[in-house]
């Protein structure tokens, strides 16, 4: 008999029965195999099972959830924080506190998710370690710790989070970022956007964006604009195309053409043309997919489809200068020799090389086109870059 074939299955009859047994007999060995497990079933397989093991919950066998703290899944801490909560109060608190001072890093991370539900002046003692551990290389005891920063409002590590901004280390000033976004600090958006533009994690940052401020609110301004020209970018290497449904790009991209298209927007929408028929046309891409994010998929590429890209070249044209933040995107749609000869004029090294690779794919590069890139590039490595084209 499968018990986790049943528990994840939809017979209630089976289901309700394996969750019950799972809870009242602490049976960890099952529970083990479902977390293991969590990278092959879908969210809302998950959401079933969260909600099938909340409901086999009781007064008098909610403590048995604790014994899979030895085994830690973002997928069922909620539940779990939720249930003993729910029937143990404030009383488990010293329990939770022990837990967390001497566990490991899956241990802290159920019991710092249980702290989210207790007031501050119960966690005083234990903020400075909270406050350490929402620094935490394990993912999810960050993510669990900077949840009850947020909801403490904890200007202490809100003021940490706004110093990283400001550090040399571009991974600092993204962890940075990501704390910030996770305090809901929608007042650093102007800041974050700056660092997005210079920083070679700016797809990363990017991708966190969303997460502060709507993107339908986002994408009124250029800026906003140019936070999906990076997360368009960034699909699915860095950012899963599941997004398609989270950020509603279908409606964005439709909103855009017909009651905002300019030269910003023409590059978004060029770029997201370009994208979507590589998702479509390449099934590997979609592979992990669930089936609604694939007809999402399906569906924005066939809008995009019939956005008329001369329309837009000619639009994004207007972006093809040195400050532009759309010139590293426009690049990849311009076709005009002069246009593109004229940027080699500029003092960004990164859009000399965009630039001369982009006159080497329309077959009209020449000598004196990297000779000119060469009096203005010093570094060695980029020079050789140069001389190999």
Not at 122 to 129: D, G, N, R, S
Not at 132 to 145: H, I, M, Q, R, Y
Not at 307 to 322: R, V
Request: proline share 3%; charged share 30%.
């Amino acid at each position: 008999m499968d018990l986790l074939k049943m528990l994840t299955g939809k017979n209630p009859d089976e289901y309700e029965k394996v969750a019950k047994l799972l809870v009242d007999n602490s049976d960890t060995e099952l529970f083990a195999k479902l977390v293991k497990q969590d990278e092959f079933l879908f969210d809302f397989v998950k959401n079933n099972v969260a909600n099938r093991i909340k409901n086999a919950c009781s007064k008098d066998n909610y403590l048995n959830l604790m014994n899979f703290f030895d085994y830690y899944s973002p997928s069922y801490d909620s539940v779990i924080a939720e249930t003993l909560f729910k029937f143990g109060g404030v009383e488990l608190l010293p329990a939770m506190k022990e837990i967390f001072v001497n566990g490991d890093s899956g241990k802290k991370a159920y019991a710092v998710k249980y702290f989210s539900y207790i007031q501050k002046e119960l966690l005083e003692e234990i903020l400075p370690m909270i406050r350490t551990t929402a620094e935490s290389d394990f993912e999810p005891l960050s993510v669990n710790s900077i949840e009850v920063l947020s909801k403490i409002d904890d200007d202490e590590f809100k003021n940490k989070a706004y110093s990283l901004l400001n550090s040399e280390d571009e991974f600092e000033q993204y962890n940075g970022v990501k704390y910030l976004v996770s305090l809901k600090a929608t007042e650093a958006l102007p800041q974050i956007n700056e660092i997005m533009k210079k920083s070679s994690l700016s797809e990363n940052i990017a991708a966190e964006i969303p997460y502060l401020v709507p993107l339908e609110e986002l994408v009124t301004t250029e800026d906003g604009i140019l936070v999906l020209c990076n997360i368009v970018n960034a699909i699915p290497e860095i950012i899963p195309a599941s997004v398609v449904l989270d950020y509603n790009l279908f409606g964005i991209f439709e909103d855009l053409y017909l009651n905002n298209l300019n030269s910003a927007s023409a590059v978004l929408l060029r770029l997201a043309q370009e994208k979507f028929a590589e998702l479509a046309g390449n099934e590997e891409y979609l592979f992990d997919c669930d089936k609604n994010t694939k007809e999402e998929i399906y569906a924005i590429n066939q809008l995009l489809v019939g956005i008329d890209s001369y329309k837009l070249k000619n639009l994004l044209y207007d972006e093809l200068f040195e400050s532009s933040d759309f010139v590293l995107f426009a690049v990849d749609y311009a076709d005009e020799r002069e246009e593109l000869e004229a940027l080699l004029d500029c003092n960004n090294p990164t859009l000399i090389l965009k630039v001369l690779s982009k006159l080497k794919d329309n077959d009209v590069l020449t000598q004196e086109h990297k000779n000119k890139a060469l009096n203005i590039i010093e570094e060695d490595e980029l020079r050789s870059f140069i001389d190999a084209l």
